[in-house]
């Protein structure tokens, strides 16, 4: 598959069904995570913050996937997504399925917090200290 060249460019090229699935998903994505932007990122739709994927799902034949791209993220909510989970970083739903918002949101929220640590200097004071 070519790179598209942006997520509306992506979604044309979708089935309805396909659409209507990942849709779904980039609003749960968008209301954990209003301030980020989106874009493309591997070949795939993406949220990104301060220019760097956080991010990103995707289409395919016979199912549609979430990729938190952290298998911290998927760790910390692994009872919860149970069998979803089907790849080091990879959680994915058959296109009758939706993933429950709630829990979307959840993982989201896990990812932003953990690149919010990751950009914390170390020895750095937390600000009013």
Request: no cysteine; aromatic share 8%.
């Given at each position: 598959?070519?790179?598209?060249?942006?997520?509306?460019?992506?979604?044309?090229?979708?089935?309805?069904?396909?659409?209507?699935a990942?849709?779904?998903?980039?609003?749960?994505?968008?209301?954990?995570?209003?301030?980020?932007?989106?874009?493309?990122?591997?070949?795939?739709?993406?949220?990104?913050?301060?220019?760097?994927?956080?991010?990103?799902?995707?289409?395919?034949?016979?199912?549609?996937?979430?990729?938190?791209?952290?298998?911290?993220?998927?760790?910390?909510?692994?009872?919860?997504?149970?069998?979803?989970v089907?790849?080091?970083?990879?959680?994915?739903?058959?296109?009758?399925?939706?993933p429950?918002?709630g829990?979307?949101?959840?993982?989201?929220?896990?990812?932003?917090?953990?690149?919010a640590s990751?950009?914390?200097?170390?020895?750095?004071?937390?600000?009013?200290?």
């Open positions: 598959m070519e790179k598209p060249a942006s997520v509306e460019a992506y979604f044309e090229s979708l089935s309805d069904e396909a659409r209507g990942l849709q779904a998903l980039r609003r749960a994505i968008a209301s954990a995570v209003p301030e980020a932007e989106e874009g493309i990122a591997w070949s795939m739709p993406a949220f990104k913050l301060g220019g760097k994927a956080l991010v990103g799902y995707a289409a395919f034949k016979d199912h549609y996937s979430f990729f938190p791209m952290s298998t911290a993220a998927i760790d910390a909510h692994r009872e919860q997504l149970g069998s979803h089907t790849g080091k970083g990879t959680i994915s739903y058959a296109y009758g399925e939706r429950p918002a829990l979307v949101k959840k993982v989201v929220k896990t990812r932003v917090a953990e690149v990751k950009r914390r200097s170390p020895g750095r004071a937390s600000p009013g200290l």
